[in-house]
């Protein structure tokens, strides 16, 4: 199976400050024949199911805003929140499903310095 | 508009069994990938399960294989997982989940989610 490791496993920035969250597989999820990375991104708020942000390592769920960004290939990824809000306060997942055995990231929680 | 609502949580006896049922509003789950994921408490996500749209192939999570089965039936829009051989480490809130056509292996959409309580 791939293991998805993210780092830090919790951080805290300050309003309208960068958050960055770093997602690395033990194997790459890059599928050469279409040249996509399998990754998603994902954002939980206590007591909800998890909310797709993107997929294909950038593109952009609809309705999500444009603070959330994702970048990287093959094994090490990215996703980045431009400007920190309050509404941004959660739990976030990387997820693979370059293989048919789908593994997720163990979590980084965000917070409000 | 989509929605997932699961049913069939509770306590259950290490060594029981149960079955979570997901009634699906607004697609027709047959048209997609179908997934259960599942949440221990203050834990992260597990996928454990989907089914393909073919409805051929099915793939388990290493943690649940021999255990749990994934199932659907059509004419009701609803996918199932019927859980044997309970431990305490299924304790879990079960999320009934679809993944997008576009990017099989995304999900798109959530349940609420079921707990599960596996003690005696």
């Known amino acids: 199976d791939i293991v998805m490791t993210q780092s830090p496993d919790s951080l805290a920035v300050s309003l309208g400050e960068r958050a960055t969250i770093n997602c690395k597989s033990s194997?790459?999820?890059?599928?050469?024949?279409?040249?996509?990375?399998?990754l998603a991104w994902y954002q939980q708020k206590p007591g909800q199911p998890p909310k797709l942000l993107l997929y294909?390592?950038?593109t952009r769920e609809s309705g999500v805003p444009d603070r959330f960004s994702g970048s990287g290939s093959g094994t090490d990824f990215t996703l980045t929140i431009s400007s920190l809000q309050a509404d941004d306060v959660a739990v976030y997942y990387c997820?693979?499903?370059?293989?048919?055995?789908?593994?997720f990231g163990q979590g980084t929680k965000v917070e409000i310095k | 508009q989509v929605q997932l609502v699961e049913s069939g949580g509770g306590l259950v006896k290490p060594g029981g069994s149960l079955r979570l049922s997901c009634a699906a509003s607004?697609?027709?789950?047959?048209?997609?990938?179908m997934s259960w994921v599942r949440q221990a408490p203050g834990k992260g996500l597990e996928w454990i399960s989907y089914?393909?749209?073919?409805?051929?192939?099915?793939f388990y999570a290493d943690s649940v294989k021999g255990r749990f089965t994934i199932s659907r039936d059509s004419a009701k829009n609803s996918l199932y997982l019927q859980m044997n051989s309970l431990r305490g480490e299924d304790t879990a809130v079960y999320y009934c989940?679809?993944?997008?056509?576009?990017?099989?292996?995304?999900?798109?959409?959530w349940g609420q989610g079921t707990l599960v309580t596996v003690s005696s």
């Open positions: 997820q693979q499903y370059y293989t048919t055995l789908w593994t």
């Open positions: 294909w390592a950038s």
């Open positions: 089914i393909r749209s073919s409805g051929d192939d099915i």
């Open positions: 194997q790459s999820v890059l599928y050469s024949s279409n040249n996509r990375n399998y």
């Open positions: 607004g697609f027709t789950l047959s048209d997609y990938y």
């Open positions: 989940a679809r993944t997008m056509l576009r990017a099989p292996g995304t999900i798109d959409y």
